[in-house]
């Protein structure tokens, strides 16, 4: 079956630190989608990759969507302690496939 | 305010009994899904429904059973065949066909089997 891996599991970073996340899938993806979830709570959506090789920004985080469609990052530069968390991508093929997570703690 | 209701929000059970959880939507959304997190772990699909009165398995729907008799419930059954079903359950939905959307999700129902 279809796999979204992601790396690392966990990352801890000294706040201003830059943080990025890596999703890769075994199989081509229509699109991809990245999620937040705080820690105890539920995730929320951040952001969908349609286009081969699209670039995306909000504010301090930039998302790229591998030229193959099959690998796509999240890079978060400069960070805060609101930015923990952990953040998971979503491939879309037939259903959705999520990533397996990257934990992020900030150490202020 | 639109959004999905999932509850009760922590419940606990013994070995041996069935619970549902309850998850609302009136968001009029068409697709609903259910997933497990494990601690540490990424999100794992039991079931989805893309229309009312039809659903279909995920990738660990053994042990759950689901119905979908309105657009707006999607409730699940914990039922005491799953062999470990303490977790945090979370219930999804979304608009549109399968290459769009985001999901919207709950706030989610943690089970706890003493």
């Known amino acids: 079956g279809q796999q979204v891996m992601q790396i690392p599991q966990y990352q801890h970073v000294q706040e201003g630190e830059d943080f990025t996340t890596y999703c890769n899938s075994s199989?081509?993806?229509?699109?991809i989608q990245w999620y937040k979830q705080r820690p105890g709570g539920h995730p929320v959506f951040l952001i969908q990759?349609?286009?081969?090789?699209e670039v995306k920004k909000q504010k301090r985080l930039t998302f790229q969507f591998g030229e193959a469609k099959k690998n796509s990052s999240l890079h978060i530069t400069a960070t805060q302690t609101t930015d923990v968390g952990t953040y998971f991508c979503?491939?879309?093929?037939?259903?959705?496939?999520f990533g397996t997570g990257t934990s992020l703690t900030v150490i202020p | 305010d639109g959004g999905i209701t999932q509850s009760p929000k922590y419940l606990f059970r013994k070995e041996g009994q069935n619970v549902t959880l309850s998850c609302e939507q009136n968001?009029?959304?068409?697709?609903m899904y259910w997933y497990r997190q494990d601690p540490g772990q990424g999100l794992r699909l039991i079931y989805y429904?893309?229309?009312?009165?039809?659903?279909q398995k995920g990738d660990i729907a053994e042990g759950y059973s689901v119905s979908r008799e309105k657009k707006e419930s999607f409730p699940l059954t914990v039922t005491s065949a799953q062999k470990n079903p303490t977790a945090f359950y979370l219930c999804?939905?979304?608009?549109?066909?399968?290459?769009?959307?985001?999901?919207?999700f709950g706030e989610g129902s943690r089970l706890t089997v003493l």
């Open positions: 999804a939905s979304r608009t549109g066909g399968m290459d769009t959307g985001e999901l919207f």
């Open positions: 199989t081509t993806l229509s699109n």
């Open positions: 990759l349609v286009k081969s090789g």
């Open positions: 979503a491939g879309i093929g037939n259903q959705f496939y």
């Open positions: 968001l009029n959304h068409d697709a």
């Open positions: 429904s893309q229309i009312v009165n039809d659903f």
